[in-house]
């Protein structure tokens, strides 16, 4: 195994879960540790373990970010992003599993603050919906209203592709 302190890329796995009954919502996450807290939102999950599989990864975090165990289905989409030098990011290759739909009130327990640690990674969970409708009520959080443009693509291309079956190939949210 190499050294992963030299790797030129780190795998992720996230996973996208809809809102049963409302086919228009997906869960995300609002980590503490971002630049832009509000247009933070993100998927569950993040970076594996060395050795581990993005798909280990993917329900490793789910059930430390939201203490939900559910069967991580299948890869819906790969998106690739660049590394940044300015915050020494290496270049990454995040694979989005469907964990499915998740019934209202089903309890979503964020992890503690860590020892150490002034404030817990996540500050909360949100259902966010997709795309504006006249009948939406008020209050209604959209995607993107919370999260970063290249988020909410990739977030959007797992959805479209949950629904045709078939796998999306990304760079920084968007096809090609």
Known sequence: MSDPTHMTHRPSGLVLIRRAGHPRQVGAVQPNYADDPEHSRQLIGGQTEPGEPPRVAAARHLLRETGLRLPIGRLMALDNTDARKETGRKTCQNHIYDAGFLEDGVPIELPPTAPG????????????????????????????????????????????????????????????
């Open 117 to 176: 640690k002034k404030l817990p990674e996540l500050a909360r969970f949100r259902w966010l919906t997709l795309d504006r409708r006249h009948s939406d009520p008020p209050g209604t959080a959209y995607l993107d209203q919370y999260t970063q443009s290249w988020q909410g693509q990739h977030i959007r291309a797992s959805v479209d592709t949950a629904r045709a079956g078939d796998l999306a190939e990304l760079h920084r949210g968007v096809p090609g």
